[in-house]
């Protein structure tokens, strides 16, 4: 009954049921050892890793056996791993793996099993060629005994070993692992493949995985929830078909008590609902006036700069015109082409602060636009260069971040133009499965790091920062300037264990 509710994810009720086994036992030692082998589990299930570890020992000093002490050796192994105690684990699963008694008695479940867990143990210490021999050979034998279930496990351990390495082979071996577990209707398994496959985001129905994910989740709670009210409901039958009488005065302070405890969670999910939705509407007007505060600030801070420039670029140069107009006599012809070209000069000007505040093509035009931008900065003394940017997928980029990458391009450029003087510039573009970067690097006059906020890149960083992002300057004076960009992004999987019947 204990391991039945441990299936169904009633790991308290499973505790109090395999209690209640231990008046029976007296000193059998076989039962011994499974009862405190299901209090491991249980513990383990419920985060109580040191108790977990406690039962688990003495269920191997229970057994008598070498090959039944595998199994909760095997387990401790398993909370090893989840602890992150990989060396304790690699220990204990070795010296299982060369005990001899496995090869005589022929045990390839017990063989498979600590193959898989030690490649396991072994990849996440770091040791990833050792790791996938081991975890490949324990699916080998899995799949030659016809282990279907342990197949899954296997498949789960591969899924997270090539999540980091690569997705095609992740994807492929969590959409086994979710084959086998939806046949067998092992759903925490079915579960576990589908976080693997929606973290990797490596296929175009990842919105459709993660819906089955959660409906699926939502689903397994409601069918333990009524597990464990129909278990409550087999065990009360029993106990009234032995003893009516005993049962009949029970039943009637246990209804009042049932009764009492409707009330009683009744008032206490109202309260707990009627707070819950409170502190959504708090939380929702929370963040929505932290985000107008964020756009409010933004806006400002581009306007303030907007009108800096202006008044910085423009208005000065206007005072001249209007100067150079009133005092020089306009029918003279070099007057009226030095005036013109004064007017031209600040029409251009006028063009550059609108092209840099202007906005933004994310769609499939947005490496043109980029490249645009960028060319309008070359002249016959400064040459930018711009390399791999067409590698990048762009596609899977939201347009938050290429909002940021073509600010911060803009910023970095009209940086250059003003302060550095530089006559070659070099743009590289780089992505992994992790990050995408940008490494900015000129041959400019440089400047001393500590100015270099004042020299208009605090709008560059707040951009930065506000994706999560990165950024590390290297600039001296007369040796050029650099500038490298990060947005990073990572996942993990836990480690089961087995039952011992």
């Known amino acids: 009954m204990s391991s ?87 220990l204990l699963l070795d010296s299982l793996l060369n005990n001899s008694i496995l090869k005589e008695k022929n045990e390839t479940y017990n063989e498979s099993l600590i193959k898989d867990n030690l490649g396991y143990a072994y990849f996440k210490k770091g040791l990833d060629k050792k790791g996938l ?16 279930y342990g197949s899954i496990e296997s498949y789960l351990h591969l899924a997270d070993y090539y999540a980091n390495k690569d997705l095609q082979k992740s994807d492929e071996n969590a959409f086994l692992a979710y084959k086998v577990a939806t046949a067998l209707n092992s759903i925490d398994e079915r579960l576990e493949a589908l976080q693997i496959i929606i973290s990797n985001d490596n296929s175009l129905n990842t919105a459709k995985y993660t819906q089955k994910y959660f409906t699926l989740n939502d689903s397994i709670i409601k069918v333990r929830n009524n597990f464990k009210n129909k278990s409550a409901k087999i065990k009360y039958d029993a106990k009234k078909e032995k003893d009516e009488n005993e049962k009949l005065r029970l039943e009637k302070a246990k209804n009042q008590l049932s009764l009492q405890r409707a009330k009683y969670l009744k008032i206490v999910s109202t309260i707990v609902f009627a707070f819950l939705v409170i502190l959504i509407f708090i939380l929702i007007r929370y963040y929505k006036n932290k985000n107008k505060a964020i756009e409010f600030k933004t806006s400002y801070n581009t306007e303030t700069r907007i009108a800096k420039k202006i008044h910085d670029e423009l208005a000065n140069d206007v005072f001249q015109v209007i100067a150079f107009a009133e005092s020089q006599p306009l029918s003279v012809e070099n007057t009226k082409e030095n005036l013109l070209q004064k007017l031209d000069d600040i029409y251009s000007r006028v063009r550059g602060i609108s092209r840099e505040n202007n906005s933004i093509d994310t769609g499939a035009n947005f490496t043109h636009s980029i490249k645009e931008m960028l060319s309008a900065y070359n002249t016959r003394e400064r040459n930018i260069m711009v390399t791999n940017l067409e590698n990048i997928n762009w596609e899977n980029i939201d347009d938050i971040k290429k909002i940021t990458i073509s600010r911060i391009l803009q910023e970095l450029m009209v940086n250059m133009k003003k302060h550095s003087e530089a006559s070659i510039v070099v743009i590289r573009f780089d992505s992994d499965q992790k990050s995408i970067s940008i490494n900015y690097r000129d041959n400019g006059k440089g400047c001393e790091k500590s100015m270099v906020v004042k020299n208009g890149l605090q709008n560059m960083s707040n951009r930065v920062l506000a994706i999560n992002g990165t950024f590390d300057i290297e600039t001296e004076p007369d040796k050029g300037f650099k500038v490298k960009i990060s947005m990073p992004e990572q996942t993990q999987i836990k480690v089961k264990e087995k039952f011992a019947y």
Do not use: F, W
Request: aromatic share 8%; charged share 25%; net charge neutral.
């Open 133 to 148: 021999q081991l975890m490949t050979e324990g699916l080998k034998i899995r799949i030659n005994t016809k282990d279907t």
């Open 4 to 90: 039945i509710q441990q299936i169904n994810g009633d790991y308290y009720g499973s505790k109090e049921t395999v209690t209640d086994a231990l008046s029976y036992v007296e000193k059998s030692k076989p039962h011994l050892a499974c009862i405190n082998n299901i209090l491991g589990i249980a513990d383990k299930e419920l985060s109580l890793y040191d108790d977990a570890i406690i039962y688990y020992k003495k269920s191997v000093n229970n057994y008598k056996s070498p090959i039944e002490k595998q199994i909760p050796l095997n387990n401790i192994a398993a909370v090893y791993i989840q602890q992150k105690k990989y060396d304790d684990a690699i």
